[in-house]
């Protein structure tokens, strides 16, 4: 694993400043309750980018965690690292005291989150043929149920106080 503080000298992560904390808390709030309202919305005629939205929900909130609970920001090789940050605070059961269930319970985020990285890959290349287009709805109502909105509701219980 990555030491926070070896991204931090890296440049792919930075503390966020007092004056930058509520504006960038802001938008990760918004920024992942749209994608996820477009998710849901999209899923039936454009799975494609449904898949590619929910993951993007995930994403966001968990930057938004890292942001709001850790003060960081990533700032290169976002998708990437952003796991790595997570899967960092993880190891050092920071999260443990934010939360009240079990520390194993939520060593799965970080896997949930490359797995819906490596999904939203694989769809936005898919080619347009009916059946994979019917794979894809499949695949993208299967995705929303099963990884989306479990991991979005275990990272809000995490964040705490969302509007």
């Not at 996820?36 to 968990?62: N, Q």
């Not at 960092?88 to 079990?102: A, D, Q, S, T, Y």
């Not at 009916?130 to 275990?154: A, D």
Request: hydrophobic share 40%; with cysteine; aromatic share 12%.
């Amino acid at each position: 694993m990555v030491k926070i503080e070896v991204l931090i000298k890296e440049g792919k992560v930075s503390r966020i400043r007092e004056l930058e904390i509520q504006r960038y808390v802001s938008f990760f709030e918004n920024s992942y309750r749209d994608n996820l309202k477009h998710c849901e919305a999209v899923a039936g005629r454009f799975p494609r980018w449904s898949i590619i939205s929910g993951y993007y929900a995930m994403h966001d909130i968990t930057k938004l965690l890292l942001a709001k609970k850790f003060r960081l920001k990533i700032d290169m090789k976002v998708h990437s690292t952003t796991i790595k940050v997570l899967r960092e605070v993880i190891k050092n059961k920071v999260l443990v005291n934010l939360m009240e269930k079990g520390y194993s319970e939520f060593v799965y985020l970080a896997n949930d989150l490359a797995g819906a990285k490596r999904e939203r890959i694989k769809s936005q290349y898919y080619t347009g043929t009916e059946f994979m287009r019917e794979e894809y709805e499949k695949r993208s109502r299967e995705f929303i149920g099963t990884v989306v909105k479990p991991y979005l509701e275990k990272i809000e219980a995490l964040v705490g106080d969302m509007k």
